[in-house]
């Protein structure tokens, strides 16, 4: 039974948040640029960063602590949709207007239990800031497979392909 539970918590671990979800993006740290100074992301030679890289508030190809726990606060405000300072289970997986909104498959939302259980660390039915940063401090880890406090994608790719048995 353990090793069942082991082998489920790792892969909604690995499936749900080290990457972030889809459409999430940092709040910025600094202030931005009037509109008419700002280049659209076609204009710098691709699209906006997306998954991990959307973390890299200064554009240098990784990162670090910082811009990780930055981005991961703005994602649980984003994601508290009432402003409690708490996350539901529905919200954490709410989906987003106008994005597929077909129910999740029954694997599906066993994985979202078995994710926000690992999350609930005091198992209150709610998560709060510091359990969520919690985990995301943990995926960060994961990830800096050379402990130098900075991920990139490649980096953080390698670390979720490994088994736990290979670390």
Avoid: H
């Avoid at 240098?60 to 726990?69: H, L, T």
């Avoid at 209150?124 to 900075?150: M, P, W």
């Amino acid at each position: 039974m353990l090793k069942l539970f082991s082998m489920s918590a790792t892969l909604a671990l690995v499936s749900c948040a080290v990457l972030a979800a889809p459409g999430d993006s940092p709040a910025p740290t600094s202030p931005q640029p009037p509109a008419s100074q700002q280049s659209a992301p076609a204009e710098r030679g691709g699209r906006a960063p997306s998954g991990l890289m959307r973390y890299d508030t200064n554009k240098d190809g990784v990162v670090d602590r910082a811009e990780w726990k930055a981005g991961q606060e703005a994602r649980f405000r984003r994601l508290d949709a009432n402003g409690d300072d708490k996350l539901t289970k529905e919200e954490l997986f709410a989906r987003t207007p106008g994005a597929n909104s077909v129910l999740p498959t029954d694997r599906q939302a066993q994985r979202q239990s078995t994710y926000f259980q690992l999350l609930d660390a005091n198992k209150d039915s709610v998560v709060t800031l510091a359990e969520f940063v919690a985990q995301t401090d943990r995926n960060f880890a994961r990830c800096d497979t050379n402990n130098d406090g900075r991920i990139d994608t490649a980096e953080c790719r390698g670390a979720l392909q490994r088994r736990p048995s290979d670390r």
